[in-house]
Nanobody
Framework: QVQLVESVVGLVQAVGSLRLSCAAS????????MGWFRQAPGKEREFVAA????????YYADSVKGRFTISRDNAKNTAYLQMNSLKPEDTAVYYC?????????????????WGQGTQVTVSS
């Protein structure tokens, strides 16, 4: 059974910045692409970012491009989402997920394991 545990990295960030981490419980982490999704109240879960198994390719939703950065450290079985210039519309529960090796990174259905979700609230 794969477990993905999300957390906020560090306690102090520049105003409008936050870094999320996603730690996987299995050593096979390094062969899977990983993604981040978010879900705001009353809305469907939407794609935020994805990274391929090696970290050599990254993909972003237009709404976060240039502000968010996805990365991974395969030695630590961990993926990250650095969020800068946060806006109130970024408020949502953020989920990390493991891609089922479909190479379609944009749809929630292409991910087989999910983290528990982390609430991110950005006030205006």
């Amino acid at each position: 059974q794969v477990q993905l545990v999300e957390s906020v990295v560090g306690l102090v960030q520049a105003v409008g910045s936050l870094r999320l981490s996603c730690a996987a419980s299995v050593r096979t982490f390094s062969i899977y692409a990983m993604g981040w999704f978010r879900q705001a109240p009353g809305k469907e879960r939407e794609f935020v970012a994805a990274i391929n198994w090696s970290g050599g390719s990254t993909y972003y939703a237009d709404s976060v491009k240039g502000r968010f950065t996805i990365s991974r450290d395969n030695a630590k079985n961990t993926a990250y989402l650095q969020m800068n210039s946060l806006k109130p519309e970024d408020t949502a529960v953020y989920y990390c997920a493991r891609n089922r090796r479909s190479y379609n990174y944009y749809k929630p259905g292409e991910y087989d394991y999910w983290g528990q979700g982390t609430q991110v609230t950005v006030s205006s």
